[in-house]
């Protein structure tokens, strides 16, 4: 059995490298059997789903992982992303300027993150 945080690791670097999708879905569902109740687990299944445009998954695991905590940072930057890619722009900007209200809370990857968004919102 392998340890469900070094797979959720894991996934993350294979993902940044652009690797095999079908094999980053298998390491992260792999960490959310062990801890189903992982919502970071969640949130990295989520950004892979968005990435490789299957927006209907991502959106199941970040209504679960909102439910669960309304207030979560890294699940509401993938929101935003999902909103714009489910043609929902308004909502976009929306999730965006209330983070940005939150910057204080916000770790200077996820400012950088917000930025992005902000900027390829404002563009499109």
Not at 59 to 84: C, F, H, M, T, Y
Request: glycine share 6%; aromatic share 4%.
């Amino acid at each position: 059995r392998r340890d469900p945080e070094l797979l959720n690791g894991l996934a993350h670097v294979v993902m940044d490298r652009q690797g095999d999708t079908q094999e980053i879905h298998h390491l992260v569902d792999e960490a959310i059997i062990q801890q189903p109740g992982n919502l970071a687990y969640r949130c990295t299944r989520a950004e892979l789903d968005l990435n490789s445009g299957q927006i209907d998954a991502a959106g199941k695991d970040l209504q679960a992982v909102l439910s669960a905590d309304p207030g979560n940072i890294p699940a509401l930057l993938l929101q935003a992303r999902w909103e714009e890619a489910s043609g929902n722009r308004a909502a976009a900007m929306s999730v965006v300027r209330n983070l940005a209200r939150r910057r204080e809370d916000l770790t200077v990857f996820q400012l950088d993150q917000l930025k992005k968004l902000l900027l390829y919102l404002k563009k499109s």
